[in-house]
Every structure is written in structure tokens, then in C-alpha cells.
């Protein structure tokens, strides 16, 4: 079974400090992956995504990929309380044909 | 330019009846995605569909769900003689290309809920 594993949380940080969060997935064929943000009751929201190995940084976001060690991972720098919600990290299949989700981080930034 | 346009946003049916979700993609997008979301779980991939073509229904039951996307009209996703375990929040999502060159959009999800 591919999946996309994330640590479920909670993560709690203080406002203004870094957020990490983590991600492995287990289809070496995976091409595209993607940060989603889920505030309770709404749809998901993308905020990152990223192709090749690396960092991309958007504002306060930087997705990291390392496709040898099938690792992905977001960074959120001078979280603010707003950014409380549940990241979904997820990947395209091998052919890119559907989307797999991770479970979920919840995250909680604390004022 | 409107997004991805899902209704009902919220259903409620007995056990047995008929449940029917649609979703309207963005304008320009010829693909479309079905996800189940059961409380605190992430998103499950049901089924991909191109206009009048499935193409991946590899994450939907066998029985009782059924999936379309007509050359005119919404994508349906279709859930006969509804129960209990069905009751989640059923999101679709929309892209312009396949996934490996665009990312998709999803709509603001319906809500069922099984009596």
C-alpha cells in the first residue's frame, strides 16, 4: 500500500518561532508533492508545491524535498496564531494519477 | 473566476435512501477528483474522472458508489442505499492538466450525514 505518513501531533509552538513539520512517503515514482492547510469544517487550501529536490520558499513557508530519502517537510517561520490548523502533506501516485494524503499535523501556535 | 463549486454543502438522508453530490470544476478544468474525509482523518482518494471518462476509481467501494462527469454538466458522485459509515465530508477537487504538472483546487466540500 503506498502512503504518505505524517506525526498526527499535536505540535505546539509559541507565536513567532519556527514550525516544522515532517513527512515520508513510501512511492519512489512520486513526482509532485503538495502542503495543504485544513482549518476545522473547511476545505483544504494549498499553500506549497514543490517538484524537485530542494527548498522553495514562499513568504513565510519553505517546502523542503529530498526525493532520496522520500522525505518532505514544511518550515513556517514566525508562527502566528492564525496559523493554527491541520497540514496535510500529500503526493502524486507513480503516473500522477491521484493524490495520497497523509493523515494530518495538527498545529497550535500559541499567543 | 469562480472556484470549485460543490452542492449540496450539507445532506441529510436515512439509512437506505440515495445520496447524489455534485461538483462543478473551475472553469477550464477537464479533471476531476473525489475525496472522502471521515472526522479527524485525512483526505482518501476515491476516483479521477476526465469529462465522460474514469480513469482511476481504484479508491471507491464496489458496491453502492458510482461516479460520472458527463460531457455537459457536473461530475456526480452517487451513493445508493446509504448507511451509517457513510457519513463524512465528501470534498472534490479540480485541475486544468494531470497532476504532474498542475496542482488541483478543491471545492468547499458536502457534508452527509446518515441518520
Known amino acids: 500500500q503506498k502512503e504518505v505518513e505524517q506525526n498526527s501531533g499535536p505540535l505546539s509552538v509559541p507565536e513567532g518561532a519556527i514550525a516544522s513539520l515532517n513527512c515520508t512517503y513510501s512511492d519512489r515514482g512520486s513526482q509532485s508533492f503538495f502542503w495543504y492547510r485544513q482549518y476545522s469544517g473547511k476545505s483544504p487550501e494549498l499553500i506549497m508545491s514543490i517538484y524537485s529536490n530542494g527548498d522553495k520558499e514562499d513568504g513565510r513557508f519553505t517546502a523542503q524535498l529530498n526525493k532520496a530519502s522520500q522525505y518532505v517537510s514544511l518550515l513556517i517561520r514566525d508562527s502566528q496564531p492564525s496559523d493554527s490548523a491541520t497540514y496535510l502533506c500529500a503526493g502524486t501516485n507513480t503516473g500522477g494519477f491521484k493524490t495520497i494524503f497523509g493523515a494530518g499535523t495538527r498545529l497550535f501556535v500559541k499567543a | 473566476n469562480a472556484g470549485v463549486m460543490q452542492n449540496p454543502r450539507h445532506l441529510v438522508r436515512r439509512r437506505g435512501q440515495e445520496a447524489r453530490l455534485r461538483c462543478s470544476p473551475m472553469k477550464g478544468h477537464s479533471h476531476v477528483y473525489w475525496y472522502r474525509q471521515l472526522p479527524e482523518e485525512g483526505l482518501k482518494f476515491m476516483v479521477y474522472?476526465?469529462?465522460?471518462?474514469?480513469?482511476?476509481e481504484s479508491g471507491m467501494p464496489k458496491e453502492r458508489f458510482s461516479a460520472e462527469f458527463p460531457k455537459e454538466g457536473p461530475s456526480i458522485l452517487r451513493i445508493q442505499q446509504v448507511v451509517r459509515g457513510d457519513s463524512a465530508a465528501y470534498f472534490c477537487?479540480?485541475?486544468?492538466?494531470?497532476?504532474?504538472?498542475?496542482?488541483?483546487?478543491f471545492g468547499p466540500g458536502t457534508r452527509l450525514l446518515v441518520l
Open positions: 477537487a479540480s485541475s486544468p492538466v494531470s497532476l504532474t504538472e498542475e496542482t488541483q483546487y
Open positions: 474522472l476526465q469529462k465522460e471518462n474514469i480513469i482511476d
